[in-house]
C-alpha cells in the first residue's frame, strides 16, 4: 500500500493564503476550458498578471509555492518538464509541468455550485412551462405508437427532467430569495420600493401562466399515465444500462445489464413520481405542488403590500413605539418641577389606584338611578356588592376539574367527506357544461335543463365572460378565477330571447354562441 497523504482538495480555502491559491486554480479551470492541459509558473503568473486585479503583484516566487501546495494537497500534479533543457544543468535543475488532478476538478465544480446556489435569487419560469408543455404533448405521440423509437423517448425524457428540474430549483430559490427581500435582508428599503411593482407584475403573471399551463400539463400526465408511461421509462432505463454495460453474451453481462436496467428504472420512475406529483394533486389533502407554489405566490403579493404600506406609513410621518418614548422622554425633560412630572406620568402610563370589579345588573340599574357625577365621593355614591368567594378567592369560578378535551376526528371525517363530495359535484358540472365545439345558447342546457350545481357553475363562467366584453363589441371570451374553464362568446341578435330551463326558474337572455372548454378534466387538479 502507499504511504502517501489522502487528498485534500478543500484545504487551501482555510489557509492563510487562500486568495492566491484560488486564483491559481482559476487559471488551471480556464486552461482546461481552453483545452490546455498543462501549464508553467510563468503562464501561470502571466494570466495572473492578465486577468485579475489583486494578483497582479504576485512574483513567479509566489506562485511557485502556491503551485508546491497545491500539489501538496492534491489539487495539481507536477510532471517533469523536460521540453526546455538545452544544458545538463537545465536537466538536473527542477523543472515542472503542472495540471489539474480529478480531485482538484471536482472540489472546484463543488466550490462552484456552492457560491451559484448561495447567490442565486431565482426565477419563476414561465417559459419552462410552456416547454415541458409541449415536450409532454411530444411524450403522448411516442406513448401511443406501437413501436416508439428508444433514442426519442430517452431524449425527450431526459429534456423534460432538466426543464423540470431547473423548474423547481428556480421556484424554490425564488421564493427564499423573495422572502428575504421582503424581511430587507438582501437590501435597502429603497431598493425595495424601486422595483416591487415589477415584482408583484410579475409574480401575477407567472400565476396566470402555471394556473393555464398547469391545467395543460396535467391533462397531458394524466394522458400518459392512462397510455402506459412505465413502456417509455423502461425503454429509457434500458438504453442507460446498454450505456454502462457493455454488449456481450454472456451470462454476468446479462445479469449486470438487469440490474442497471432496473437501478435506471427506479431513478425514472422517482424522476416521473416527482414531476405528476408537482402538478397533479393525489387528494384535498395533499395538493400538488403547483397549487401550493400558486398559494405561496399569492401570499407573497399580499406581504408585499403589507410591507409596502408599513414602509408608506412610516415615511409619512406615523409614529410608532420607539418615537412615542422619545417624544415622552422630551416631555420630561421639559417638565417645570417634580409635580409636573409626576402628573405626566400618571397622564401617560395611568399608574394610579384603582379597583376593576364586574357589577351586576342591580348594581348598574342603582347607578343609573341615581346618576352621579363624576365628582361625587365614594362614600356618597351608591354601594357597590360584590360576590363574597371574589372576596375571598378573587375570582367568580368555583375551582374543579378542567374540561376535557373534545373529540373532532368524526367532525373532520364529516368536513373530508362535504369537500370531497363538493369537489365531485364541481367536477360533474364542470363535465355538464363543457361543449364539444361552439353551440348556441338555448341548445346547451338540453330538453332537461340545467341541475343546480351546474346552473350556478354557468353563471359563474358566464359572468366571467361578459365582464371582459368592451362597450360596442360582440365577442368575448375569458378564463375562470381558478384557470379550470375558458368559456368564449359571440353574439348572434340582441333583439332574439332565448330561455334557459334550470331548477331555480328560467334564465332569459340574448341569443349567443358559446363555447365551454374544460382544462382541468375530472380527476385531475394543477
Do not use: C
Not at 21 to 29: K, N, T
Not at 279 to 289: D, N, V
Not at 303 to 329: I, K, M, P, Q, Y
Not at 377 to 383: G, R
Amino acid at each position: 500500500m502507499s504511504d502517501a497523504p489522502p487528498p485534500q482538495p478543500f484545504a487551501y480555502l482555510q489557509a492563510p493564503n487562500a486568495p492566491l491559491y484560488g486564483q491559481v486554480l482559476a487559471v488551471f479551470a480556464q486552461a482546461r476550458e481552453r483545452f490546455i492541459v498543462h501549464l508553467r509558473p510563468e503562464d501561470v503568473a502571466a494570466e495572473l498578471r492578465r486577468g485579475a486585479g489583486g494578483m497582479a503583484a504576485a512574483s513567479i516566487e509566489a506562485v511557485g509555492g502556491a503551485l508546491e501546495k497545491l500539489v501538496e494537497w492534491g489539487n495539481l500534479r507536477a510532471d517533469a518538464d523536460t521540453g526546455r533543457v538545452t544544458s545538463v544543468e537545465d536537466f538536473h535543475r527542477a523543472r515542472y509541468l503542472y495540471q489539474l488532478t480529478r480531485h482538484g476538478q471536482a472540489a472546484l465544480r463543488a466550490v462552484g455550485v456552492y457560491e451559484q446556489a448561495l447567490g442565486r435569487r431565482g426565477q419563476l419560469q414561465s417559459v419552462a412551462l410552456a416547454d415541458i408543455a409541449e415536450q409532454l404533448g411530444s411524450l403522448l405521440v411516442l406513448a401511443r405508437a406501437a413501436d416508439p423509437d428508444p433514442a426519442k423517448t430517452h431524449l425527450l425524457l431526459l429534456q423534460i427532467a432538466e426543464r423540470f428540474g431547473s423548474l423547481a430549483d428556480n421556484a424554490q430559490a425564488f421564493m427564499a430569495s423573495l422572502r428575504r427581500t421582503i424581511d430587507f435582508q438582501d437590501g435597502d428599503e429603497e431598493a425595495f420600493i424601486a422595483y416591487k411593482d415589477r415584482l408583484v407584475e410579475y409574480i401575477e403573471r407567472f400565476i396566470a401562466d402555471l394556473a393555464g399551463r398547469g391545467a395543460q400539463i396535467a391533462d397531458l400526465l394524466t394522458r400518459l399515465n392512462a397510455a402506459g408511461v412505465e413502456r417509455l421509462l423502461l425503454t429509457a432505463g434500458q438504453r442507460e444500462a446498454g450505456d454502462a454495460v457493455p454488449d456481450s453474451d454472456e451470462p454476468e453481462a446479462e445479469q449486470a445489464r438487469a440490474q442497471a436496467t432496473r437501478a435506471a428504472l427506479i431513478v425514472w420512475e422517482n424522476r416521473w413520481r416527482g414531476l405528476a406529483d408537482w402538478f397533479l394533486s393525489r387528494s384535498t389533502r395533499q395538493p400538488s405542488q403547483a397549487k401550493l407554489l400558486r398559494g405561496a405566490a399569492v401570499s407573497a403579493i399580499t406581504s408585499l403590500v403589507n410591507t409596502v404600506a408599513a414602509l408608506n406609513e412610516r415615511h409619512g410621518g406615523r409614529s410608532d413605539r420607539s418615537a412615542d418614548f422619545r417624544a415622552l422622554a422630551r416631555f420630561f425633560a421639559q417638565a417645570p418641577d417634580d409635580a409636573a412630572a409626576h402628573r405626566l406620568w400618571r397622564a401617560a402610563f395611568a399608574l394610579t389606584p384603582a379597583r376593576h370589579l364586574t357589577v351586576d345588573a342591580a348594581t348598574e340599574a342603582a347607578w343609573q338611578d341615581a346618576d352621579p357625577a363624576a365628582t361625587t365621593p365614594w362614600a356618597e355614591a351608591p354601594p357597590l356588592e360584590i360576590s363574597p368567594r371574589l372576596r375571598e378567592t378573587g375570582s367568580y369560578e368555583r375551582r374543579g376539574m378542567p374540561t376535557r378535551v373534545a373529540d373532532r376526528t368524526a367532525a373532520r371525517q364529516v368536513l373530508a367527506e362535504q369537500v370531497e363530495l363538493e369537489a365531485a359535484q364541481t367536477a360533474a358540472a364542470r363535465a355538464r357544461l363543457a361543449t364539444d365545439g361552439p353551440m348556441l345558447l338555448s341548445e346547451l342546457a338540453g330538453p332537461d335543463g340545467l341541475d343546480p350545481h351546474a346552473f350556478r357553475l354557468f353563471l359563474a363562467v358566464l359572468g366571467d365572460a361578459l365582464s371582459t366584453r368592451m362597450p360596442g363589441e360582440s365577442e368575448s371570451s375569458a378564463l375562470t378565477g381558478d384557470g379550470t374553464m375558458e368559456v368564449r362568446l359571440k353574439l348572434v341578435d340582441p333583439d332574439t330571447a332565448v330561455e334557459i330551463p334550470t331548477a331555480d326558474g328560467v334564465l332569459r337572455g340574448p341569443e349567443h354562441i358559446i363555447e365551454i372548454i374544460d382544462l382541468a378534466p375530472t380527476g385531475t387538479a394543477a
